[in-house]
C-alpha cells in the first residue's frame, strides 16, 4: 500500500518538473530569438566570428 502511494508521488513530482523545465527551456529560446532579432547586425557577426575562434574554426 505505501509502496503504491510513494510512486504516485514520484509521478507528479516528475510530471511537475518535467512541465518546469519544458517552460524553461521555452522562455529561454524566445529570449535569444527575440535577442537576435533586435541586435545589430554587426554584433551578430563579431560573435559568431568569436565563437569561431573559440572553437578553432579557421575562418580567416
Known sequence: MSTS?????????GSSERTRAI??????????VF?????????LHNAAHDFRHTQNFPCH
Open 5 to 13: 502511494a510513494t510512486l504516485q508521488t514520484t509521478t507528479t513530482a
Open 23 to 32: 517552460v524553461v527551456a521555452a522562455l529561454l529560446g524566445l529570449g535569444l
Open 35 to 43: 535577442m537576435t532579432g533586435f541586435a545589430p547586425a554587426m554584433a
